[in-house]
Structures are given as C-alpha cells and as structure tokens.
C-alpha cells in the first residue's frame, strides 16, 4: 500500500510538462502526425557548441525520450564560408559526452539537389524570381512594417529568363553578390520576412561536404523547413528569435509539402551571466588568443566546461533546473556551478593538496619515521572505501592556514594553540622561522601523540577548534594549477546600449596559475579529466595535457555555494 503511495508521487513529478511538452502532449491525444514524436537539434558547423546549445540538445532529445520518438542530428551546412569539418567533429563528440545518441545523422547539404529543384518549381509557378539588384537597394525598397514595401523592376520577370539566369548561377557564370533568387510573396506584408525574402545566394566557396559542385547556395529559411520536411519531423523546435520567421516557414512549406509536416515551435534561449554565448564572439576570443583556443576552461562551450572539470550529469542537472521558458531572461551563472558543486559533492575523490604551501616541523615526531594514516574517499558516498596516505616530520601545510598574530576567531594554526591536522594529530605551534624579507620559511610546532584520529583514545576524542589538511613533504607529488575564476568582470558583457564592446569586460584576473604545489601521492594514478575534491579548498580536475611528469590541475569550482545562500534568502 505505501508503495503505492509513493509510485503515484513520482508519477506526478514526471509528468509536470513544460510547455513545449503541453504542445506535443495534446498533439498526440489529436493524432497529428498519426502521434509521431520526431525532433531533431540542427547545429551550424560554424563554430564549438555552448552551454546554450546544450540547452537545446538537452530539450530535443529530452523530448524524444519522454514520448518515446527520435532525435536527428542535422547539421544545417549551408554557408560554406564559415564551416569546417573540424566543427562537425567537435559537436559530434560533445553531444556524446553529454550522454546522448543521434537516431539519423543528416546534413542539410545532403538536400542541395532537392532544394535547388523546389527552386525551379516555385520559379514556374511564378513564386520566385531573379533579382539584379543591389542588396543595399532590396533592403532599401522593404521600408518599415507600418509601410508598404517598393516592388523589384525584376519582380515580374519572364519566368523563362529567371530560370534560365538561376542555372548560369548554379554554373557559376555570375558573380558573388550579383544576382539572388528571391520568393514573390508579399511587399505588404507587416512581417518583414515576407516581403519578398532571398532564396539563394551566389557563393563561389569550397563546401566542406559538396566542394566546388555548388556556386550558389541556399538560405536558413529555404534550408531549414524543407529539412525538417525530408526527415519527416514533426517538431521543429528553435529559439525565439524565429518567432516571426515560423510563417515563411510555413509559406514554403505550403508550395511544396503534402501529407504530415512539421510544425515550428519557440523558446527562450538560455543567457548566462558573466559569459558570452554566441559563436560568433567566441570565434573572437579564439581568434584574438584572448583564451586558450576553443575548449579554454573559461570559455562557455561544451569542451571548455568538460576541460574545466564538469559531468555531463551536472550539465544536464543544470538545463532541467532552469526549465524552458516562453521568454528571455538572464540565468545567473551560480546556477551552473551550484549543479556542479552539488553533482562532485556526491562523486568526487577527496584527497589532500596544498596549493600555496609553507613547511611544518613536527619537533617531537622522530626524523626517519613516516606512518600510514587511513583516510575516507568520499563521506557523501559509503561504497567509495578508504586510503592510506603517508605521515611524516615535515609537512605543507596551507600558507593561509598560519597566522602569527591571530585574532581570537582565527580557528587554525598560531602560536601556543591547539589545531587538528585532518586524519592525524593534534599539533601545537611552537615557533616559527623567517627568511631575510620576513616570509615564514618553517613553522614548527610539537604533536600529541595519543591524538591520533579514529585510534579512540581518550585524547583523540579531544575537541579542538580548527582541522587542517596537509601533506608528508617528502611523499608528496608536485603539481600546477590553474585556477579560473569568471571570464568576464560584467554580468553582462554584451548586452551594453552604451557602445563598449564585450572584450572590454574581460576579467584580468580570470586565470592564475600556482605551479608550487603539492598534493598526497594517490594523484599519481590521476587521469586526465579525473575529478576530485581538494579538501577544504574545492573541486579540481586533471587537466587533458596533465602527463605523470608534469601534473596540471584545473579548478572547476570553489567549495563555497553562494547560490544555495542567495535561495535561502
Ligand atoms: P550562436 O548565436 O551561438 O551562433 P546559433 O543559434 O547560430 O547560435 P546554431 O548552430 O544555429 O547556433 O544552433 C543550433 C541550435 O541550438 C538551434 O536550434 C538554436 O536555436 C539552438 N541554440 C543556440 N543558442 C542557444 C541558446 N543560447 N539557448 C538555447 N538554444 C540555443
Ligand atoms: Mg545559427
């Protein structure tokens, strides 16, 4: 019976839909598409995928799953000036890291031969027509949408002459720019995307996929509706800026479509803060060596987040926690390190590293003795066992964790009190040394040594203020890291009205490397892409160029959530 109880309130979490969802929903209960569920996620191959696109692999594949349909990958490759094969690559292995399969994969480029003949019937039939003119004069004779548009001389052309100029284009007799084929539609029309819209353009480019075959090129709007129709899908999910393109789409779908069809639906993109997520800025920042190539750390692409230590769990985690929306907002990027703080906290290693080191002298620890102390892997998780990690006279300690002229609240290491060293021993400061410029060089200090944690004495049941991690300086294995904070210094970055540009904003400070540290020798059999927690520091992640002699680590994230506070309040 309580069973029961419990099955029926799962069932009532998984089935809230959002409002895409509704849609299909109902489209299934009247049978549209005899109750098909086909999506598809349509990348440019201009560029490395964003947390943004994430966003909308994670809702067109989620879709498919829920109502038990398929998801397409199609790369819609029709602007050959921006696109390469080394982009297909790289979306191809980030959309399979996120954890997801492709049932069909398609190009747009794939349909040139079909698209080019749905050219020449709507020239036939009198819906499209070659035009001479300028650009600047087509956008020019469109006007505004409270006024009525400037018919093309050419607009009512011979249809012959059309078709007969549209073939010497094909055969690149003409020159870029010099001639489009345009749709005749509406000049009226208050959607300025009907007044005429481009079809194809002249382009004399080599295609990644069709190479010199093509002199001219089809436009989004011709490309990607009759797409979707090629493959049968029946939603065609996008961004809101497509809103007001959904009845041109609809508009070629008419000329050519019988039978089931695809219907456009909208939602808001995802905007994150301190971070810029179109590709074309991103290609900037590459370009400018502003980062380190595509898969920085820093940047927001699928690689950069993977190389900076994110799961695919926590990306995930992070599209379902947002949500889809019907309008734009700004999500702040707390939000995503909050799922990959909490998805680590549950999965990650712990194991000690010291980051900014200073010496500890145990006095009293004898010089030729080393110990093994046992430490837990993972508390958040009880089948993660424990290791052993070596204990000795001299340690790193935290250069932080010391202070010789502490105020009363200061709960770590001073002179004359008492600290636990996490794992090991109660210690005590005793003194310290100083170079000529009066850095410390060695802390010394005394141990208890009936303190020892978990041995169950009485002493090591005593209660201090203040635990510290370390490591046996003579076990320990040095490392590099780098740590990264926001890429930019403003929420916002692109968004400003007041003519700066979003490269102004770029944070100084957004990298610093540390490359003297030190970390217990259980790192050795570290991977890249190995995830761990440093303790009572944060989440870090072994770097992809990180070798045995020249460990790099990487921070995802701090330990602290400033997001889970901001909630409470
Ligand atoms: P960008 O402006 O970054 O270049 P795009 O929309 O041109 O992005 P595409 O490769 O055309 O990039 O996008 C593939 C799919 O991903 C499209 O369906 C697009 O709507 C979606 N998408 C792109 N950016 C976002 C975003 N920030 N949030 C949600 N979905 C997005
Ligand atoms: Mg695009």
């Given at each position: 019976m309580k069973q029961d109880i419990i099955n029926k309130e799962e069932e009532n979490e998984n089935t809230s839909l959002n409002f895409i969802e509704e849609i299909i929903d109902n489209d299934i209960k009247e049978g549209v598409n005899n109750g098909r569920v086909h999506t598809r996620f349509p990348p440019e191959p201009n560029g490395y995928l964003h947390i943004g696109h994430a966003k909308s692999i994670c809702l067109n594949f989620g879709l498919a799953d829920r109502f038990n349909g398929h998801?397409?990958?199609?790369?819609?490759?029709?602007?050959?000036?921006?696109?390469?094969?080394?982009?297909?690559?790289?979306?191809?292995?980030?959309?399979?890291?996120?954890?997801?399969?492709?049932?069909?994969?398609?190009?747009?480029s794939?349909?040139?031969?079909?698209?080019?003949?749905?050219?020449?019937?709507?020239?036939?039939?009198?819906?499209?027509?070659?035009?001479?003119?300028?650009?600047?004069?087509?956008?020019?004779?469109?006007?505004?949408?409270?006024?009525?548009?400037?018919?093309?001389?050419?607009?009512?052309?011979?249809?012959?002459?059309?078709?007969?100029?549209?073939?010497?284009?094909?055969?690149?007799?003409?020159?870029?720019?010099?001639?489009?084929?345009?749709?005749?539609?509406?000049?009226?029309?208050?959607?300025?995307?009907?007044?005429?819209?481009?079809?194809?353009?002249?382009?004399?480019?080599?295609?990644?996929?069709?190479?010199?075959?093509?002199?001219?090129?089809?436009?989004?709007?011709?490309?990607?509706?009759?797409?979707?129709?090629?493959?049968?899908?029946?939603?065609s999910v996008c961004t809101l800026e497509f809103e007001n393109h959904r009845p041109l789409y609809e508009w070629f779908?008419?000329?050519?479509?019988?039978?089931?069809?695809?219907?456009?639906?909208?939602?808001?993109?995802?905007?994150?803060?301190?971070?810029?997520?179109?590709?074309?800025?991103?290609?900037?920042?590459?370009?400018?060596?502003?980062?380190?190539?595509?898969?920085?750390?820093?940047?927001?692409?699928?690689?950069?987040?993977?190389?900076?230590?994110?799961?695919?769990?926590?990306?995930r985690n992070f599209a379902n926690t947002i949500g889809v929306a019907k309008r734009e907002n700004i999500i702040d990027l707390a939000v995503l390190e909050h799922c990959v703080r909490e998805d680590l906290n549950k999965t990650a290693p712990r194991i000690m590293a010291v980051v900014d080191p200073v010496k500890l002298i145990i006095d009293n620890y004898s010089d030729d003795k080393s110990e093994m102390l046992i430490a837990e892997n993972n508390p958040e998780n009880e089948n993660s066992g424990s290791r052993e990690m070596p204990f000795s006279k001299v340690l790193y300690i935290e250069r932080e964790d010391f202070m010789e002229d502490a105020p009363k609240k200061f709960f770590r290491l001073t002179l004359g009190k008492e600290v636990r060293l996490k794992n090991a021993y109660i210690i005590k400061g005793e003194s310290i040394v100083k170079d000529n410029d009066g850095n410390i060089t060695e802390i010394h200090c005394t141990y208890d040594p009936d303190s020892k944690s978990g041995s169950g004495t009485e002493a090591s049941k005593r209660k201090v203020k203040g635990t510290l991690h370390w490591v046996s300086a003579k076990h320990a294995v040095k490392f590099k890291t780098n740590l990264y904070d926001r890429l930019f210094s403003n929420a916002d970055p692109a968004g400003k009205k007041?003519?700066?540009?979003?490269?102004?904003?770029i944070n100084p400070d957004?990298?610093?490397?540390?490359?003297?540290?030190?970390?217990?020798?259980?790192?050795?059999?570290?991977?890249?892409?190995?995830?761990?927690?440093?303790?009572?520091?944060?989440?870090?992640?072994?770097?992809?160029?990180?070798?045995?002699?020249?460990l790099i680590f990487n921070r995802t994230v701090t330990l602290k959530d400033s997001w889970s506070k901001q909630k409470k309040k």
């Open positions: 998801c397409n990958l199609r790369f819609d490759d029709t602007n050959p000036s921006k696109e390469e094969q080394e982009y297909v690559d790289a979306i191809k292995e980030d959309i399979s890291w996120l954890g997801f399969k492709w049932h069909q994969e398609h190009y747009a794939d349909y040139f031969d079909q698209l080019y003949a749905w050219a020449i019937k709507l020239i036939k039939e009198g819906k499209a027509y070659i035009d001479e003119q300028p650009q600047e004069e087509i956008s020019k004779q469109r006007t505004t949408p409270t006024e009525p548009g400037i018919e093309s001389p050419y607009r009512n052309r011979p249809v012959e002459e059309s078709l007969k100029i549209f073939e010497e284009m094909k055969n690149g007799v003409h020159a870029d720019g010099s001639k489009i084929l345009r749709a005749k539609i509406d000049m009226n029309s208050p959607n300025m995307h009907m007044r005429d819209p481009i079809m194809y353009r002249i382009m004399h480019a080599h295609h990644h996929r069709t190479g010199d075959k093509w002199n001219i090129y089809p436009m989004y709007d011709f490309a990607h509706g009759q797409s979707d129709y090629i493959e049968k899908i029946t939603h779908l008419d000329q050519i479509a019988d039978g089931d069809r695809p219907k456009q639906r909208e939602f808001a993109r995802l905007n994150l803060s301190y971070t810029v997520m179109s590709k074309r800025k991103l290609l900037e920042l590459v370009e400018k060596d502003l980062v380190n190539g595509w898969d920085d750390p820093r940047m927001p692409t699928i690689s950069g987040l993977r190389r900076r230590g994110y799961t695919p769990e926590s990306i007041d003519g700066s540009d979003f490269k102004d904003y957004s990298l610093k490397v540390l490359d003297n540290c030190y970390a217990e020798p259980s790192v050795l059999e570290a991977k890249p892409e190995d995830r761990f927690q440093f303790q009572r520091i944060g989440y870090f992640c072994v770097d992809k160029d990180s070798t045995k002699d020249n």
